[in-house]
């Protein structure tokens, strides 16, 4: 038989996390060209910008969002807001195949009841990284996160509820889900320099869709 180098043909397999989280491996493999494809279609509509953290840096990864509320940072702070601050316009609706993607991984892991109205797309090349932060500008902590890997690997740093406490690495591959639940839902996290791996789908790239309820 020819192997099929463009599709991740394993079934998925569940590993908890400490603390309520629960990565869904491979979970996302079989929609993965889907997905791709909705990234591209919103990045038509609203580019993938670095975005300026208050202290004056310029983010490595660069974002997008997309759903009724977005992210964003400036030199004013980390806030959500309705509308894409490059145009004023309203963000990119979010395509049926993200949202469903979410709702779905959110179910298998707890949480039948998970409507995100945000996404956030993170788009790394080569020599991006996210350093350790926590994701505390939603409204409602019991609301998990749910974070989907495209293409290239990367490690991850799960660390605790305190910046000092030494991150676990984790490592996060294509396909790969995490639902972000319970107390794991504050815990500091970011992820190492992203390798130059080439990915048969995305190049030397890896995407990361976080799906939050903003509000
Ligand atoms: C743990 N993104 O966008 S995804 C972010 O790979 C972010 O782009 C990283 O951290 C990335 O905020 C990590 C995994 C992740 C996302 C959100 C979390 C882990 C989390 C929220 C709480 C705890
Ligand atoms: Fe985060």
Not at 16 to 36: C, I, K, N, T, Y
Not at 126 to 141: I, T
């Amino acid at each position: 038989m020819t192997p099929d180098l463009f599709s991740d043909t394993a079934e998925p397999w569940e590993e908890p996390l400490e603390d309520g989280a629960v990565v869904l491996r491979r979970f996302a493999s079989s929609d993965a060209r889907e997905l791709l494809d909705a990234i591209e279609q919103v990045a038509r509509q609203a580019p993938l910008r670095q975005m300026q953290t208050p202290g004056g840096h310029t983010m490595s990864a660069a974002m997008v969002c997309c759903g009724s509320w977005g992210w964003v940072t400036d030199r004013k702070g980390y806030r959500y807001q309705t509308t894409d601050p490059l145009t004023d316009r309203p963000w990119p609706d979010m395509p049926a195949v993200l949202r469903d993607l979410a709702r779905a991984a959110a179910e298998q892991a707890g949480y039948p009841d998970f409507d995100p109205d945000a996404c956030l797309i993170n788009r790394y090349l080569p020599g991006a990284k996210m350093g350790l932060h926590q994701d505390k500008d939603e409204e409602d902590f019991e609301q998990p996160i749910v974070s989907v890997s495209l293409g290239s690997p990367i490690v991850f740093q799960f660390g605790g509820l305190r910046r000092s406490d030494r991150p676990q690495k984790i490592p996060l591959e294509h396909g790969d889900v995490v639902v972000w639940g319970g107390p794991s839902r504050l815990r500091y996290h970011g992820v190492l320099t992203l390798k130059s791996v080439e990915h048969p789908l995305t190049g030397a790239c890896r995407y990361n869709l976080t799906f939050r309820k903003a509000r």
